[in-house]
């Protein structure tokens, strides 16, 4: 029967009695939501079912997304939405006195990342599935998830986040499916009519996969996301009363093996030898791929075909052990030889890089991996072998260039390199990204395997990133240009004929400022901060870490904070800096960071002198929840790293989706959004890339002559020390010194002034409120592009070799009128080719 309000209330009712034995009036708001989550649960199970037999039936390919992390963000109002029954429900709850906003409220945040790659793997599921495509995504079932944040006296302070303490009501456990994972011990090779390694004396963990469903929009699909928890063999549980001893063993040795899956590790861009987190690598390796190669012989296809039915994508290096891991199983378990197995794996697997920094390239000691992986340190070994013999081929002689290209050198496994040679692709996430890779960080790799690299510039989910977080625009939209950009992204480009029209202009600045009013009374009832809804908004919410130059941008506000002190007529608009993220707990700096934001909001804040032209918030624990209120309320959007070192960046979009303003560098994918909204739309600055690299080989500048030239650095630099902040002397030192003794490595000084200059054109443009706001329109309708549905479209194309379903009112225009061209939306030429041979009109 089909679902209405009615229908929706009794069995809302009924499910609350039997779950909480209650009546509607004594539960609580976590017992509802619990309610409607198992409730919707209901729903989402007969639908699940079909789509894995549909998938079944069809023989279609699956695509398997390997990620350490995976950032879903609360699931109730995405899984609501996607169901097509969020309205209904809204409505249904109301008649019970129930909002759904406050039920929404009571779901955790399931913290399973660290930042822009866990979160981009998150986006795509939704893509994927809202385009019925077979993507399923494997991970872990951190036990806790990213610490969360506490201010206290305005330093970070870690709390680890029980976020499984209420249960999580969208997995579902699947025993059944259990497999084991082995560590240590030994090989023995035995040799009859062929070789064989046998592997001995290991220790055995269980990989118990917990599914949770991924569901498309209004499309009846659903999609799997595995996480894997680690448990103990119980025949290694020996607890009897009779030995005490053998108990508090077992106990111990069971803490240790849950130790596998229970903390995600902290750090974003850095990279740490612990053993623990090599084995969550291989844990999640070793279970994903044996419950793939399980899930394909069901199939009953014959297994020399496995890469036409499956693709696995690896999610930067962390699970790179795949490679060796496919061989072992096709080499030891299914016994295939060495080259066909080679073949079929390079064939199955890709890559994606994200981060040029040289401290997050993951690498592991010989010892280490021999010790824990003794098989597949042979294969690696192997792989390595051969490798260094093609190259010798190439390059006879070359040893500076074969040591740098090896997969093991200097004792040490290099996880980039063993990807490149175990991939049949290799991509960058933003044009400027692949183009660095290619010329720079991988660029012997590039002119060895010149076809492997390609570029796919991240997108996100629009449908959480607009649709669900700002309804009041996304009904705007509805009503000025229909529903189809919510399945068809580049059709938002259709709201380009009302840039300047004022009253849908107004609409639009009455919205901004609705969400702006909410952000406003968060901020004052949990950090107990007013602010004023008319202020200009700016946020830079991203990690905390120097190259994404959360500094630069706390040193202009302590000038603009100086010229207020000296004249507070001064005429600015009133602003209202926004802040948030988290920083790796070993990272000092970018703690110091923290610190010095959260003091310069007490200084100023406080001060009546300045009459609240400018304020200072730092929100805490920043999380996808949190992001989700700031971005819709935002006016003026932070990208501003150091040029070259964000590899894409994908706040970027969020904001511009949500009509916020970019002040920027140019790298990432702000160059490629300023290529689409053009350089009337968007406010850039600073060094570029080639500037900054090439300042770079020749040992970087002199930061002191900046600090001598320019008065307002030299003021605001001093202040870090002299006690102008209600603090020691000391406090700030290291931050003072890392610009001024350790040689600024992110070019805060040296981009200062012309960031200064760019704020100052910003504040001057938002001034003209009409073509301000025909900015803000210019952003929304060219955010399409940025799309997670496209990004995975070329990757479903070019790198998987699947048919995804490819919208035909895909137009996106670099152009100001809405002329849809064709190169615009047509990012790779099958697509191009799809859209000519299926006739489908795109005019000039
Ligand atoms: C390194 C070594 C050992 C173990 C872990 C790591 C490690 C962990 C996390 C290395 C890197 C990360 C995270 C990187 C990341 O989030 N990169 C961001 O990816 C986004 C999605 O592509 C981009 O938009 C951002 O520009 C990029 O910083």
Known sequence: MKLNKELFKDQFLEKLMTMHVKSLEETSNAERYRTLSSLVRDYISKKWIASDQHYQQEGSKQVYYLS???????????????LGIYDLCKEALAELGISLDVLEKAEED??????????????????????????????LRYRYGFFEQKIVNGYQVEVPDNWLDQGFPWEFKRSDQTVSVNFGGNIRVVS????????????????????????????????????????????????????????????????????????LYPDDSAY????????????????????????????????????????IHINDTHPALAIPEMMRILIDVEE????????ITVNIFSYTNHTVLPEALEKWPIDMIQNLLPRLYLIINEMNERFCHELWNRYPGDWDKIRSMAIISDHTIHMANLAIVGSHSVNGVAQIHTEILKTRVMNQFHQFY????????????????????????????????GSSWISHPCDLLKILKYADDHVFQEKLARI???????????????????????????????????YKRQTMNVFHIMHLYNLLRENPDLDIIPRTFIFGGKAAPGYHLAKQTIKLINTLATVIN???????????????????????????????????????????????????????????TLDGANIEIRNVVGDNNIVFFGLTANEVLELHEHGGYNPWDVYNKDERIKTVLDQLINGFFPVGTDEFKSLFESFLYHNDQFFVLKDFASYADAQLRLDQQYRNRNQWLSMCVHNIAHSGKFSGDRTFTEYAMDVWNMNPTISPQCYCSNDDKFTSRLHGCAFTSKLQQTISSNNIHVPH
Request: net charge neutral.
């Open 450 to 481: 010149p076809t492997r690299f390609n570029n796919k510039t991240n997108g996100v989910a629009h449908r959480r990133w607009l649709l669900k977080i700002n309804p009041r625009l996304s009904s705007l939209l509805n009503e000025s240009i």
């Open 336 to 343: 295939m030889g060495w080259d066909e197995a080679w073949k």
């Open 512 to 546: 901004k400022r609705y969400n702006k009013s909410r952000l406003a009374e968060h901020i004052r009832d949990v950090q107990g901060i007013r602010i004023d809804v008319d202020s200009i908004f700016d946020s830079h919410i991203k990690r905390i870490h120097g």
């Open 192 to 263: 009859n009519d062929k070789l064989r390694y046998l592997h001995e004396n290991y220790d055995t963990v269980f990989a118990v996969p917990y599914d949770v469903p991924i569901l498309g929009y209004k499309n009846d699909t659903i999609n799997t996301l595995r996480i894997w928890s680690a448990e103990a063999s119980e025949e290694n549980f020996i607890c009897s009363t009779a030995d005490m001893l053998d108990c508090v063993t077992s106990m111990e040795y069971t803490k240790t093996v849950e130790s596998l899956s229970s903390v």
């Open 68 to 82: 350490i992390e995976f950032l879903i963000g609360r699931m109730l109002g995405m899984n609501l939405l996607n």
């Open 606 to 664: 406080k001060d009546k002198s300045i009459r609240d032209k400018i304020k200072v918030v730092f929100i805490e624990n920043y999380n996808v929840t949190m992001a989700e209120l700031i971005i819709p309320a935002t006016n003026v959007s932070e990208q501003i790293p150091t040029a070259s070192q964000e590899a894409c960046g994908t706040g970027n979009m969020k904001f511009m989706m949500n009509g916020a303003i970019t002040i920027g």
């Open 272 to 311: 740490e030898g612990k053993v623990l987190r090599l084995k969550q690598h291989y844990f999640l390796v070793s279970a994903s791929l044996q419950s793939i190669i399980k899930n394909y012989k069901q199939r009953a296809l014959p297994l020399d075909h496995l890469a036409d039915y499956i693709a």
């Open 110 to 139: 399931p913290g399973l990342g660290n930042g822009g790659l866990g979160r981009l793997a998150a986006c795509y599921l939704d893509s994927m599935a809202a385009e019925s495509l077979p993507g399923h995504g494997c991970s």
